[in-house]
C-alpha cells in the first residue's frame, strides 16, 4: 500500500485528512500530517520529518503532499527525498487528490496513484458557474 504523508503550514493537512476519512473513510495505516510551524526551527523541522519518513518507509512507496510550490513545507521535505526512490512530492494538494489517494492506494501503484492525484486533483478545480451555464445550453 502507498503511503501517504502532507506537509503543509499549519494544521491544515490534517483538517484534509480528517475532511478526507469522513468521505472515504478512516485510514488506520500510513498516512500521516506534519505541520510547519514558524514556532519550530529548521533543523528541528527536519529533523521531525525525518522521523516521519522513517516511519512511513514503504516498498510501495511514499507520496508526500506539500500545499504550495515554493512553500516551506516543500523547500524542506526535497532536500531530504530528492534522491530516495519510491518517494514523490506532489504540491498544490487539495481534498479531492486525497480522496483519489485514500480510494487508490491499496490497489493502484505509486507513478499510477500519482498520476491519477494529479489528473484528478486538477480537474476538480473548476468555476463552477461557467460550468454549469455550458451545461444548461
Known amino acids: ?3 501517504i504523508l502532507i506537509i503543509t503550514h499549519g ?3 490534517a483538517y484534509l485528512i480528517e475532511a478526507a476519512e469522513t468521505i472515504v473513510g478512516v485510514q488506520d495505516r500510513g498516512v500521516k500530517a506534519a505541520a510547519i510551524s514558524p514556532r519550530m526551527s529548521v533543523p528541528d523541522l527536519k529533523a521531525s520529518l525525518v522521523s516521519v519518513l522513517e516511519e512511513l518507509k514503504s516498498e510501495d512507496g511514499l507520496i508526500i503532499l506539500t500545499d504550495m510550490v515554493g512553500g516551506t513545507p516543500t523547500n524542506i521535505i526535497f532536500p531530504l527525498v530528492k534522491d530516495i526512490p519510491q518517494v514523490e512530492i506532489l504540491s498544490g494538494v487539495n481534498l479531492y487528490m486525497l480522496v483519489v489517494a485514500f480510494s487508490h492506494r491499496a490497489t493502484l501503484g505509486l507513478e499510477a496513484l500519482t498520476r ?4 484528478d486533483g486538477q480537474k476538480s478545480i473548476r468555476n463552477i458557474k461557467t460550468m454549469l451555464a ?3 445550453k
Open 1 to 3: 500500500m502507498v503511503n
Open 11 to 13: 494544521e491544515f493537512g
Open 116 to 119: 491519477k492525484m494529479l489528473e
Open 134 to 136: 455550458s451545461q444548461v
